[in-house]
T-cell receptor, first 113, second 112 residues
């Protein structure tokens, strides 16, 4: 089944404790991205990647890192999480850039205490 | 910069009512426009899209027309069902980069 998977689905952590949210897609898509969803703000793009070893900042990259060492994986790294990073995070992928449909993962709800 | 503004919700309708969710955008050039739907507990799914002015996207009875003159992409459905209850997001993809922008979302509840 074609899908985007994220792990963990739920995470409660404390300020300053490094964490990684994994994202994997099995559709051989070139383009992957990370969003955060906050009430009243919709989805905001954090980072995106157009191919292996190519990443770019989105609208709200501060406090986040990403890497794209393999085509299928695009982990989101929070080196020192803070409470304002409490949010619902979505990973997405698409065959290419431009007008291709994005396929979203199920989301990761992160709480930083 | 590029941005999307959606009508605020929540919107509550009776089954078989007519639905309109307004969406306007600000962008340079000719962006592509999208409507995504999010059902409870799930990620977003593409509902429809339009890539140039006057294009009409349609799917599952929903329609939206890309209006360059009014910078709008309003979502419509002639007769909503209970199963249409979800959050709807309008989004744009600029013509010259991959920085996708979403609206705040509009929660729709359809009552029997």
């Amino acid at each position: 089944e074609a899908q985007v998977t994220q792990n963990p689905r739920y995470l409660i952590t404390v300020t300053g404790k490094k964490l990684t949210v994994t994202c994997s897609q099995n559709m051989n898509h070139e383009y992957m991205s990370w969003y955060r969803q906050d009430p009243g703000l919709g989805l905001r793009q954090i980072y995106y990647s157009m191919n292996v070893e190519v990443t770019d900042k989105g609208d709200v990259p501060e406090g986040y890192k990403v890497s794209r060492k393999e085509k299928r994986n695009f982990p989101l790294i929070l080196e020192s999480p803070s409470p304002n990073q409490t949010s619902l995070y979505f990973c997405a992928s698409s065959p290419g850039q431009g007008t291709d449909t994005q396929y979203f993962g199920p989301g990761t709800r992160l709480t930083v205490l | 910069g590029n941005s999307v503004t959606q009508m605020e919700g929540p919107v509550t309708l009776s089954e078989e009512a007519f639905l309109t969710i307004n969406c306007t955008y600000t962008a340079t050039g000719y962006p592509s426009l999208f409507w995504y739907v999010q059902y409870p507990g799930e990620g977003l799914q593409l509902l429809l899209k339009a890539t140039k002015a006057d294009d009409k996207g349609s799917n599952k009875g929903f329609e939206a027309t890309y209006r360059k003159e009014t910078t709008s992409f309003h979502l419509e459905k002639g007769s909503v069902q209970v199963s249409d209850s979800a959050v709807y997001f309008c989004a744009l993809l600029p013509y010259n980069n991959n920085d996708m922008r979403f609206g705040a979302g509009t929660r729709l509840t359809v009552k029997p």
